[in-house]
């Protein structure tokens, strides 16, 4: 194997460890919810912020991370953001309260705020344009297996131990993840000149803190006509509209929205959007409708998740090395065509629908997702200077985790609603839930056939529309 190759191997394999962990604790610690609030005598609502913490706080730290890669240098923030997740797990297996665990949870929060976003950056910087397909593949697959096998860790881990290994789990892995970042993450130059935009990080941070836990907390239409609920949201949508304003004008901006102006960018970021609007819809409708509709049980609609992950995580790595050789608009456009057709058989189906029928429909989907999500995100990110990779993925993920969130209150306002009129209408809980889902599939559907027209525009050429990095306006 080449020097180059094998170096290169080893960057990829050190950010994996690093992300995986996240991913994997991440969704593991979602089953702990049951055993907290008996553990601690706490409510649904209490514990709930165990998940929420962490989302708001990842949330609100991604909007510094690209300043922070430019001015401090890539692989050092990224090792900061290791170094906190360790003693965040540390924190939490040590916890002797719940009070303790949400600070625990909040700081994997910032963690994940800091690594996610750089994971790809670092692995780019490592390998040529032609090759980057394969290697995002590979990152693919390791962050979509996570989640896919989190529940089945932790549930193991509750069965037979304590909910503390569900942070003492964490420390191998990240300790790993350390030695080898140390060892084989390149050193970048960091730039001193960049200034630090103090009034976007406020408007951003407080604006992304605020909606998203006005969308996380709201769970139908009345929500939305109460003070605490509707003025954060209000706020947060103010902040963020006050935060690209200042933007646009500002000499060193926080975010450089000008990258929106690369098309391959913003066709691959409106791509990755609809992609995270239809997985966490999918989360919230098929239990939804299995459970409400189809009958089947709490166990079943766990497992029916299990053939989206599986298929997205093995068709990434073939995807990412099909867009290294062949026009990616072809790729993307073919995975959303299977999405859109796994959301329609979905749609169409009857309160009869056999197990093994949603299972493949959604086995079906994760083909889609694999071919689909992360090479739409690898052209976007091709089509970006290098220097300018940080920010690009940031703002790619802040950008998901916003229309996610409010995909799915808008989701699920819509169920509740059109299950709300037809019990009203005399249907059973059945007919009106399935009538419900069903409507919500194909407007899915039809959002991503939407993006197909979109997916074709992708070209192979990487660069061509790329902005050199605007020169450093100074004030007078």
Same mark, same amino acid.
């Given at each position: 194997?080449?020097?180059?190759?094998?170096?290169?191997?080893?960057v990829?394999?050190?950010?994996?460890?690093?992300?995986?962990?996240?991913?994997?604790?991440?969704?593991?610690?979602?089953?702990?919810?049951?055993?907290?609030?008996?553990?601690f005598?706490?409510?649904?609502?209490?514990?709930?912020?165990?998940?929420?913490?962490?989302?708001i706080?990842?949330?609100?730290?991604?909007?510094l991370t690209?300043?922070l890669?430019?001015?401090?240098?890539?692989?050092r923030?990224?090792?900061?953001?290791?170094?906190l997740?360790?003693?965040?797990?540390?924190?939490?297996?040590?916890?002797?309260?719940?009070?303790?665990?949400?600070?625990?949870?909040?700081?994997?929060?910032?963690?994940?705020? *800091?690594?996610i976003p750089?994971?790809?950056?670092?692995?780019f910087?490592?390998y040529?344009?032609?090759k980057?397909?394969?290697?995002?593949?590979?990152?693919g697959?390791?962050?979509?297996?996570?989640?896919?096998?989190?529940?089945?860790?932790?549930?193991?881990?509750?069965?037979?131990?304590?909910?503390?290994?569900?942070?003492?789990?964490?420390?191998?892995?990240a300790?790993a993840?350390?030695?080898?970042?140390?060892?084989y993450?390149?050193?970048?130059?960091?730039n001193?000149?960049?200034?630090?935009?103090?009034?976007?990080?406020?408007?951003?941070?407080l604006?992304m803190g605020?909606?998203?836990?006005?969308?996380?907390t709201?769970?139908?239409?009345?929500?939305?006509?109460?003070?605490?609920?509707?003025?954060?949201?209000?706020?947060?949508?103010?902040?963020?509209?006050?935060?690209?304003?200042?933007?646009?004008r500002?000499?060193?901006?926080?975010?450089?929205?000008?990258?929106?102006?690369?098309?391959?960018?913003?066709?691959?970021?409106?791509?990755a959007?609809v992609?995270?609007?239809i997985?966490?819809?999918?989360?919230?409708?098929?239990?939804?409708?299995?459970q409400?509709?189809?009958?089947?049980?709490?166990?079943?609609?766990?497992?029916?998740?299990?053939?989206t992950?599986i298929?997205a995580?093995?068709?990434?790595?073939?995807?990412?090395?099909?867009?290294?050789?062949?026009?990616p608009?072809w790729?993307v456009?073919?995975?959303l065509?299977i999405?859109?057709?796994?959301?329609i058989?979905?749609?169409?189906?009857?309160?009869?629908?056999?197990?093994?029928?949603?299972?493949g429909?959604?086995?079906?989907?994760?083909?889609?997702?694999?071919?689909?999500?992360?090479?739409?995100?690898?052209v976007?990110?091709?089509?970006?200077?290098?220097?300018?990779l940080a920010?690009?993925?940031a703002m790619n993920?802040?950008?998901?985790?916003?229309?996610?969130?409010?995909?799915?209150?808008?989701?699920?306002?819509?169920y509740?609603l059109r299950?709300?009129?037809?019990?009203?209408a005399?249907?059973?809980?059945?007919?009106?839930?399935?009538?419900?889902?069903?409507?919500?599939?194909?407007?899915?559907?039809?959002?991503?056939?939407?993006?197909?027209?979109l997916? *074709?525009?992708?070209?192979?050429?990487?660069?061509?529309?790329?902005?050199?990095?605007?020169?450093?306006?100074?004030?007078?």
């Amino acid at each position: 194997m080449p020097k180059e190759s094998q170096h290169g191997s080893k960057v990829l394999i050190s950010v994996l460890l690093g992300t995986f962990t996240v991913s994997l604790n991440n969704s593991a610690l979602n089953l702990a919810i049951a055993e907290l609030m008996n553990v601690f005598g706490a409510s649904a609502v209490q514990v709930s912020w165990v998940v929420t913490l962490f989302l708001i706080s990842m949330g609100m730290t991604m909007p510094l991370t690209g300043y922070l890669a430019d001015r401090f240098a890539r692989r050092r923030i990224y090792l900061i953001g290791l170094w906190l997740f360790l003693g965040g797990s540390l924190l939490g297996s040590l916890a002797q309260g719940l009070n303790g665990i949400l600070l625990a949870r909040g700081i994997q929060g910032i963690a994940a705020g *800091l690594m996610i976003p750089l994971s790809l950056s670092l692995i780019f910087a490592s390998y040529p344009n032609d090759k980057r397909g394969k290697v995002s593949g590979i990152w693919g697959f390791a962050v979509m297996i996570a989640p896919a096998i989190g529940p089945s860790v932790g549930g193991l881990l509750l069965e037979v131990s304590h909910w503390r290994m569900l942070f003492v789990m964490n420390l191998p892995f990240a300790l790993a993840a350390l030695i080898c970042g140390h060892l084989y993450l390149e050193r970048d130059k960091p730039n001193r000149q960049r200034r630090f935009d103090a009034l976007g990080f406020v408007l951003v941070t407080l604006g992304m803190g605020a909606v998203l836990f006005s969308l996380g907390t709201t769970s139908s239409l009345d929500d939305l006509s109460r003070l605490d609920h509707a003025g954060p949201l209000l706020l947060g949508i103010g902040l963020l509209l006050a935060f690209v304003s200042v933007e646009r004008r500002v000499a060193q901006p926080l975010l450089d929205l000008g990258l929106f102006a690369v098309s391959r960018y913003r066709t691959s970021v409106i791509i990755a959007c609809v992609q995270a609007v239809i997985t966490f819809g999918c989360i919230l409708l098929v239990p939804l409708w299995m459970q409400h509709a189809l009958g089947f049980s709490a166990l079943a609609t766990g497992l029916v998740f299990l053939p989206t992950a599986i298929a997205a995580a093995c068709c990434s790595p073939l995807a990412g090395s099909m867009i290294d050789r062949y026009p990616p608009r072809w790729v993307v456009a073919g995975g959303l065509f299977i999405t859109a057709a796994s959301l329609i058989g979905m749609g169409l189906q009857s309160q009869l629908a056999p197990f093994w029928m949603v299972a493949g429909l959604m086995g079906l989907r994760g083909v889609g997702q694999g071919f689909a999500y992360l090479p739409s995100t690898t052209v976007g990110l091709n089509a970006l200077p290098d220097t300018s990779l940080a920010q690009g993925a940031a703002m790619n993920n802040i950008a998901r985790r916003l229309v996610s969130s409010l995909g799915v209150v808008v989701l699920s306002l819509y169920y509740d609603l059109r299950l709300t009129q037809g019990l009203a209408a005399g249907d059973s809980m059945a007919q009106a839930s399935t009538l419900a889902s069903q409507e919500a599939f194909l407007g899915l559907a039809l959002l991503t056939a939407c993006m197909i027209p979109l997916a *074709l525009t992708l070209r192979r050429e990487q660069r061509q529309d790329a902005p050199s990095p605007a020169p450093c306006r100074t004030r007078p």
